[in-house]
Every structure is written in C-alpha cells, then in structure tokens.
C-alpha cells in the first residue's frame, strides 16, 4: 500500500487533497456508517443502538425471515451466477422473478437489471442516439439524467412537475418517423416525496406522438390499490416503467417492465444488462417472495400509511414544516448544509438516524432531514421521533 501511494503522481495527490478539503469546508464531506446485523427499524450503527428513519424499506420487508428462507433455499445451489445472462448467468430463479413481476404488473414482459442505475442507463443509452430528445423533469434521479445526458440525445429539462411547460416543450418539437422523443420522469420523487403529473404526462406524449418513461422506484409495492405502484394510484399509462427490487420489496435488484418488441430489444441493445454479470439466483429469489407478499398482503400498505398520517399529523401539531409529501418520504428543508449535519447528528446521539441530505444531492440552500417512514415502525418509536425533532431543529 505505501508503495502504491508513493506511485501517485504529484500533480493527482495535490488535487485530490484541495478537492477532499473544498468538499470538508463545504460541510459536503460523506462517510459511511457501518451496521451491524439487519437492516430493520432499530439497527446497529457504528456500535449504537437506534431507530432508523432514513431507509427505503417501506414494507418492512429487507428483514422479513421469509424473504430470508427464499434465499437460503436458493443458496443450496451456490452463490453467484458466475456469468452475464446471455451467457451463462441467466437461472431459474431470474425467469421466475420476471415472470411473478410482469404477472403483477400486467404487462408482457420484464427483464432484470442488477440495480435501477443500471436499469435506467441501459433503456436510455439503449434507445436513444443524437437525433433523438430526451425531456426531463430538473429533479429526475441522477441515473436519468446521467443516461439521458450520456446517450447523446438533445436533453430539454424542464421545471419540476410542470405539466404545462412539458406541454410547451413538446409543442415546439417536429415530429419524425425515424427519430424518438421521450418524456422521463420519477414517479415519486426521492427527495421531495411528491408525486409527478402522471396522468397529464401521458395524455401530452400521446398528443404528440412521444413516448413516456416513468421511473417508479418509489412507487412500486407502496402506491396504487393493490401496490403496482404510481401508475396504477393514478390510472395513467408508461410505455416504459423502471422500478427497483431493494426498497419496498425487501432485495435487491431492479426492473424494466413494458412490451415484447421493448424488452427483446434492450436484451440485444441495452449495455448494462449484456456485460454485466447477472445478480446471484439467491437474491432473485428472495426478491420474488417479497413481490408475492407484498401482492398477497395488503396490510402491509395498510400499517404504512397509517403510519405516515400519524407522523405528518403529529408534526403538523407541533409546527414542524414538513414538505407537501404523501408518500413514506417526509422531507424537513433546513436550507444550510451544516445546520442540516448538526440536527441529524443531534438526533443521532437520541437514538434516531435521520440522514442530513446536502448538494449535490439536493440544491444548494435546501438541504434537509429526509425522514422515511415504514410499515415497522411502531407508533411509540413515531411519537418518540416527533419529539425530539421538534426540539432539535428548533434549539439548533
């Protein structure tokens, strides 16, 4: 190792220290936390006990024994997958994961990704070339920016959630035959916890002849009657849905789902799903019997927002200035980065991990407690959390 360093060359040394010390004095500097054990509503973090208000497990589900089980049976027969799916890599366990998904959501088919980065690079680098428009929500997750922006596609960004101005966009495009315009956004936004315009989304790019891309990561297994996600809470249509397997169903892991020409071509087009190596047939397991419990077992979706609404109830008593969010991400705007680092450290050291959340995550001047709330919390863990927010982000 002290070889390898002395190697560095003096030019990368001098500014990887001034860049490492512009992000320290930015109060932007981010450090792991290492959990010991499960990753369920009270963790173990660098040796303390809390309760955790800062994971996307919506259902409870990551430390469910069950998905547990489903894993083990699958590891019987070894770990990973040893290649890419068009290779070797493609198990039983995969198919069937595919196949209980597109079941659920009603659609043709389903292919799987390793993670929703990879799911939304490959659709967009897939589909769209330079002669293509990609238009885009401003708040999008980074992975649809990034693989709008790498595809080479003209990028129109457009200003959060307004349907009006993606309407004035697409106004101003020329149809053509051969060239593609796709409409991206989030389903639910990961930062803000609000919900896109879908049904005006797809009414416009129907009327103009575009395609719509929804990214339904945080909608899947929460939103919707029966949990299908964003789409189905507000009866609109996606040509093309991404959604992601680690958050309310409990793995890892993520999806595209839509027709047979959509998914035959990104199983020969899309980069990040032919060169990389299939995920182990383990976690695809595990993350099918999450689908199925959170499709047989609604009170799961139940307790969630029950949840939620005694949360946002109570800290509406107690004048605590949540965001316009409906959904399990509650997100608190503290506007300064390191006001935001010292309200999360000092519910920290009460035994609640809530995440300060800083640029460039979010713009500058809105970072923020994301506090998420899931299916295991208990109400006493709820109004205990209240609590002590209502002191810390006022004493700070």
């Known amino acids: 190792m002290a070889d390898d360093a002395r190697m560095t060359p003096p030019a990368l040394q001098a500014h990887l220290a001034a860049e490492l010390q512009r992000i320290r004095d930015a109060d932007l500097y981010r450090v792991r936390r290492v959990i010991d054990g499960g990753h369920g509503a009270q963790i173990r973090v660098n040796g303390q006990t809390c309760i955790n208000f800062c994971s996307n497990d919506y259902l409870g589900l990551a430390s469910d024994p069950r998905l547990a089980e489903a894993a083990r049976a699958a590891l019987a027969h070894g770990t990973g997958s040893g290649a890419s799916a068009l290779i070797s890599g493609y198990n039983r366990e995969h198919q069937r994961l595919e196949e209980t998904l597109a079941d659920f959501l009603g659609v043709p088919r389903v292919l799987l990704f390793s993670t929703g ?7 967009l680098r897939g589909l769209l070339g330079r002669d293509d428009t990609i238009v885009a929500d401003e708040l999008n997750h980074a992975s649809l920016i990034d693989g709008g922006r790498l595809s080479g596609a003209r990028y ?20 053509h035959a051969s060239r593609l315009t796709l409409v991206v956004t989030d389903s639910v936004f990961s930062m803000d916890g609000d919900v896109a ?21 945080h ?13 189905e809470a507000c009866a609109a249509h996606a040509d093309i849905r991404t959604g992601t397997l680690g958050k309310a169903a409990g793995a890892a892991g993520a999806f595209v789902a839509g027709d047979e020409d959509l998914i035959e071509y990104l199983v020969q087009r899309a980069r990040s799903f032919v060169f990389s190596t299939a995920q ?11 689908v199925e419990i959170l499709r047989d077992e609604p009170e799961h979706r139940q307790q969630l927002f029950d949840n939620i609404r005694r949360f946002r109830d109570g800290a509406a008593a107690l004048d605590i200035p949540l965001g ?3 959904t399990p991400i509650q997100p608190l705007v503290l506007g300064d980065a390191a006001r935001a680092l010292a309200v999360s450290q000092r519910l920290f050291e009460q035994g609640y991990w809530v995440a300060a959340i800083r640029p460039p ?36």
């Open 117 to 123: 980065w990879a799911a939304n690079l490959g659709v």
């Open 324 to 326: 316009d969010s409906q």
């Open 280 to 290: 182990p047939p383990a976690v695809a397991a595990a993350a099918r019997r999450g």
């Open 197 to 217: 315009p879908l049904p005006e989304l797809a009414a416009l790019s129907a009327r103009r002849g575009a395609a719509l891309m929804v990214d339904d990561a």
């Open 361 to 396: 995550t979010v713009p500058r001047g809105t970072s923020r407690l994301r506090i998420t709330l899931t299916t295991a919390h208990r109400p006493e863990q709820i109004d205990a959390l209240l609590e002590a927010l209502a002191h810390a982000w006022r004493t700070d």
């Open 219 to 231: 909608g899947f297994g929460v939103l919707g009657p029966t949990g299908r996600g964003a789409l």
């Open 156 to 175: 129109e960004r457009v200003p959060h959630r307004d349907a009006a101005a993606f309407g004035d966009v697409l106004s101003r495009l020329t149809p």
